[in-house]
């Protein structure tokens, strides 16, 4: 059995449906939020008893704004307590970022140009040289969405209801996800 942690629901929502589309069995693993990136220490005593009971701990969070920086603490943080889980930090393991940066990653190729939509929008934004808020990556992807679905579809924007699978909107044989998948099968196998 494999207990993957990560920050929050739309974690779950994506790693649920590409394990799912990778065949692995459900009842093979579990994944749960922490609810937040600093809260680690909260599932301590669940991670030592996952460890007893021969329950392989994955954590898979957002990288940020600094990939060698976030990879240390965690690591640090893993042997001062010694606590045993693999880790992997999205977008891709090695580049700062999260969840949504993978997302605009395996975008399929008929759907980049909506993006670059949004990021000459964003652009338009901070070249404004006013004291605005810039969009987060997650109000792209909800726009991405928006774009893409009818009106009536409008409820399937919400990170709960996506249908990560629907190939139409997402690429889950990207190369981009390459290391994600080799570091589940690896665990998961």
């Not at 692995?24 to 220490?41: A, M, P, Q, R, T």
């Not at 040289?129 to 987060?136: G, Y």
């Not at 909800?142 to 009818?150: D, I, N, R, W």
């Given at each position: ?22 065949e ?11 609810n ?8 301590q ?24 920086q ?24 090695s ?8 997302l ?45 679905l ?7 924007i ?31 196998d």
């Amino acid at each position: 059995m494999i207990n993957i942690f990560v920050e929050g629901d739309s974690d779950i929502k994506f790693l649920e449906d590409y394990l799912s589309y990778l065949e692995v069995n459900k009842n093979c693993f579990k994944v749960e939020s922490i609810n937040g990136k600093d809260k680690l220490k909260n599932i301590q005593m669940k991670l030592m008893k996952n460890s007893d009971n021969n329950i392989i701990n994955l954590i898979i969070f957002d990288s940020d704004d600094n990939f060698k920086q976030r990879r240390d603490s965690l690591l640090k943080f893993r042997n001062e307590n010694n606590l045993k889980f693999e880790l992997f930090l999205f977008p891709n393991n090695s580049d700062s970022g999260d969840l949504e940066i993978l997302l605009e990653n395996i975008i399929p190729e008929n759907n980049k140009e909506i993006i670059n939509c949004m990021n000459n929008y964003k652009s338009c934004i901070v070249n404004l040289n006013r004291n605005l808020t810039v969009p987060i990556n997650k109000a792209k992807i909800y726009a991405y969405l928006e774009a893409l679905l009818p009106k009536k579809d409008s409820k399937k924007i919400h990170f709960s209801s996506r249908d990560y699978q629907n190939k139409e909107h997402w690429n889950l044989d990207s190369e981009y996800l390459l290391s994600l998948k080799g570091f589940l099968l690896d665990n998961i196998d």
